[in-house]
């Protein structure tokens, strides 16, 4: 591996956001594929799912790893940072508002849902741990 920190953390973080980027991509191109609808189901599934994602490993890395902060980079950082974009949400919300009801339930059901997972993912995250320190 690479000593230099100034060379190293960018490589990790990079390699962690080429393979969120690439799971954004395949996993939109699939929900699209499989689930007909006028809904932005794709970008509202990966965002739901990326704050599920984000409390779980977060929580996981804080306890479990906490002396390794390059973990944190790769995953957090890196992955998650291209996988879930609340920047592209805003922008698909702004660029499509012809239906009111659909782009409301959309506009805020996804921070609310993406919360709630969000807490979701830290309290299962906070049970595997516990199980795992009986053990």
Known sequence: MVKNPQIRIPIIISLGAIAGVLCRYYI?????QNFKTQ????IFLINISGCFFMG???????RK?????ELVLLLITGFL????TFSTYELN??????????DLLYWIGS????LFCLEIGIKLAQITLSIKSRN
């Open 28 to 32: 939109g191109l699939w929900l699209l």
């Open 39 to 42: 809904f932005p189901i794709d």
């Open 56 to 62: 779980f490993l977060s929580t996981i890395l804080a």
């Open 65 to 69: 790893y906490p002396l390794h902060p």
């Open 81 to 84: 940072g291209t996988y879930t």
């Open 93 to 102: 919300t702004a660029v499509n508002l012809n239906n009111l009801s659909r």
């Open 111 to 114: 921070p609310i849902l993406g």
